[in-house]
């Protein structure tokens, strides 16, 4: 256990503004515990430095020249499953952050996060845990539940959902979907992952609120999924909607 907490992790570093890149490694350097074995501005550079020095986990903008972080993402996680990847960044979009986790991404945490928050963070990611920070956690809740987090009920956390106090995920598993989808789930669906509500969508397209619904429960049956959150991820992931 001693030994465990000793350990060194290994970070790389990937942020294309210079004086971020050398503020992040200032701040995590005085943690004993982490190593920045390797940094760079430059996403296909990320790929590559990935697949050499195989880092234990990896710190990602998504605004990247040559390649974007989320792209960058998934071509490591492609090679090198088992890298961690937290997204730091500042762009906050539902979109971004449903491609982000689709790209496999282990974390997504605002840049304005503070150090000792990014070092919890780091430290739960490589344990095996999925992170968001408290105001990512909240618009997903908001845009994919209709909720907000003092509404959350202890059952939705047993779905994979972020806990209140803890800002922890734990990442759902998908099963490849055995039943097609319509033309108009995949409507539906691609206006899921856009994170328009039920009656949004319905408006969106000129139906009833009920048969949205229907639409909806029809998709998370046939993708095997729980909920609306891992449906739009699994939709991102699989390809099965396109912008």
């Known amino acids: 256990m001693v030994e465990d907490k000793l350990k060194k992790i290994k970070l790389m570093l990937v942020e294309d503004h210079v004086l971020t890149r050398i503020g992040l490694k200032v701040s995590l350097e005085k943690y004993p515990n982490l190593e920045i074995i390797a940094e760079t501005a430059n996403g296909k550079e990320a790929v590559e430095l990935a697949n050499n020095k195989k880092p234990d986990l990896i710190i990602m903008d998504i605004g990247l020249i040559e390649l974007d972080g989320i792209e960058a993402t998934k071509k490591i996680k492609e090679s090198n499953p088992n890298i961690k990847v937290i997204m730091l960044t500042s762009h906050e979009s539902e979109r971004e952050i449903i491609a982000s986790l689709a790209s496999g991404a282990d974390g997504y945490c605002l840049k304005d996060t503070a150090p000792e928050q990014l070092y919890t963070a780091i430290q739960s990611v490589y ?5 968001l920070s408290s105001q990512v956690a909240e618009k997903v809740l908001r845009n994919f539940y209709g909720k907000e987090i003092s509404q959350i009920k202890q059952s939705d956390f047993a779905k994979g959902l972020p806990s209140v106090d803890e800002k922890k ?3 759902p598993t998908f099963q490849i979907p055995i039943v097609p989808l319509s033309d108009r789930e995949l409507e539906v669906l691609k206006l899921i992952v856009d994170g328009k509500s039920n009656q949004e969508i319905g408006e969106k397209l000129f139906v009833t609120l009920a048969t949205v619904k229907t639409h909806v429960r029809s998709i998370l049956n046939k ?8 449906a739009a991820v699994k939709a991102m992931r699989e390809g099965l909607v396109t912008f």
């Open 127 to 131: 344990e095996g845990n999925a992170w």
């Open 169 to 171: 995920i734990t990442k």
């Open 223 to 230: 993708l095997s999924v729980d909920d609306r959150t891992q």
